[in-house]
């Protein structure tokens, strides 16, 4: 049964610092894996979706890591700003959507 | 483009009774798949719909059901509510369900079982 761990479970940062947010899972057995964030009360934005054949994709200041064989993610966010403070959730996806514990983030002034 | 629209945004009832949420996915998909979210639990799969047919479904037990329509919009339904059903209930759409697209997702149902 696959299981997803992130850590931390939050953190706190000042404006402008680079970061980067873990995702371990269980089962490599996956087509892809995906990162998303979410606001408070709503639901989510997808932000990266990367294949099982790929090890990075990248979106603005976002990059995303996958390495099967370890069974690990990173999300990378550059130059953090307070817009981007959110609780960050990755997913890896075998038939359906297997959901981390998230990561809650905020970025302070 | 409208986006995925949940109705309604917030919801109180007690437990025994039943409860129908819905989901309008984005003009074009024909996907919708639902989740549970709660604080103990984190975000659950529950089923996924496609031409008004049920493709996939999570570990949850039968009270919880679902149906799609021939324009998409999805409904879900849980019989005989208990306390711990009280969550969020989110749904995505996307165009095909296929696993490597992208899925957009309505602000949810805060359901709450007093």
């Known amino acids: 049964k696959q299981e997803v761990t992130q850590i931390p479970a939050a953190l706190s940062v000042p404006e402008g610092e680079n970061l980067v947010l873990n995702c371990s899972f269980t089962d490599s057995a996956i087509y892809n894996l995906q990162w998303f964030r979410q606001d408070p009360g709503k639901g989510l934005t997808s932000l990266l979706l990367?294949?099982?054949?790929?090890r990075e994709q990248t979106s603005g200041r976002l990059n995303a890591s996958l390495d099967k064989s370890s069974g690990r993610s990173t999300l990378y966010i550059a130059a953090s700003q307070p817009g981007d403070s959110a609780t960050y959730l990755c997913a890896t996806n075998t038939d359906k959507l297997i959901f981390g514990t998230g990561t809650r983030l905020q970025v302070f002034p | 483009k409208a986006g995925v629209t949940q109705t309604p945004r917030y919801l109180i009832k007690t437990r025994g009774q039943q409860v129908t949420l819905s989901c309008s996915p984005i003009?074009?998909?024909?996907?919708v798949s639902w989740y549970q979210q709660t604080p103990g639990q984190g975000l659950q799969f529950l089923f996924e719909?496609?031409?008004?047919?049920?493709?996939n479904k999570g570990n949850f037990p039968g009270r919880f059901s679902g149906r799609q329509f021939s324009n998409s919009r999805s409904e879900m339904n849980v019989s005989t509510l208990e306390l711990g059903d009280s969550a969020l209930y989110l749904c995505?759409?996307?165009?095909?369900?296929?696993?490597?697209?992208?899925?957009?997702f309505g602000s949810g149902t805060q359901l709450s079982v007093l």
């Open positions: 995505a759409s996307s165009l095909l369900g296929y696993l490597d697209e992208k899925l957009f």
């Open positions: 003009s074009g998909h024909r996907s």
């Open positions: 719909y496609f031409s008004e047919t049920q493709r």
């Open positions: 990367i294949q099982s054949s790929q």
